[in-house]
C-alpha cells in the first residue's frame, strides 16, 4: 500500500501561483502514473491532472489547461502541481493519487489505486 501526503496549500488573491507536494511512500512510485484531484465545498471530488510514470506525458482538465503544470521527481518520489494564475473557482482541497501502470488511464476518469491522503486546501480569493 502506497501513502500519499499532499502539501503546499494556502491561501492566495485571484492571479497568484501555488505549488502543491505529494509525497508518497513505497519503492514502485517512479513505476506509477500519478495525478492530481480536487473536490470544492459541496461538489464532487474531479480530476485535475495526471502524469505518466516518466513525466513525458501530462494530461489536464479543461478548466487548468494552460495555468497548471504537473511534474514528478521519481528519485524524491514527489509529484508536484504548479498553480499559476489562480481563479476563486480553484478553491478546493487537492489530493494526490496513482494508478498501477505507467500510464495515466483510469486516472483521467477518476479511478484511482489508493486510499485517499488528508489533501491540501487551496483558497483562492477575488
Known amino acids: 500500500q502506497v501513502q500519499l501526503v499532499e502539501s503546499g496549500g494556502g491561501l492566495v488573491q485571484a492571479g497568484e501561483s501555488l505549488r502543491l507536494s505529494c509525497a508518497a511512500s513505497?519503492?514502485?512510485?517512479?513505476?506509477?502514473?500519478m495525478g492530481w484531484f480536487r473536490q470544492a465545498p459541496g461538489k464532487e471530488r474531479e480530476f485535475v491532472a495526471a502524469i505518466s510514470w516518466s513525466g513525458g506525458n501530462t494530461y489536464y482538465a479543461a478548466s487548468v489547461k494552460g495555468r497548471f503544470t504537473i511534474s514528478r521527481d521519481n528519485a524524491k518520489n514527489t509529484v508536484y502541481l504548479q498553480m499559476n494564475s489562480l481563479k476563486p473557482e480553484d478553491t478546493a482541497v487537492y489530493y494526490c493519487n496513482a494508478e498501477r501502470r505507467s500510464q495515466p488511464l483510469r486516472l483521467l476518469d477518476g479511478l484511482v489505486a489508493f486510499d485517499w491522503g488528508q489533501g491540501t486546501q487551496v483558497t483562492v480569493s477575488s
Open positions: 513505497g519503492r514502485t512510485f517512479s513505476t506509477y502514473a
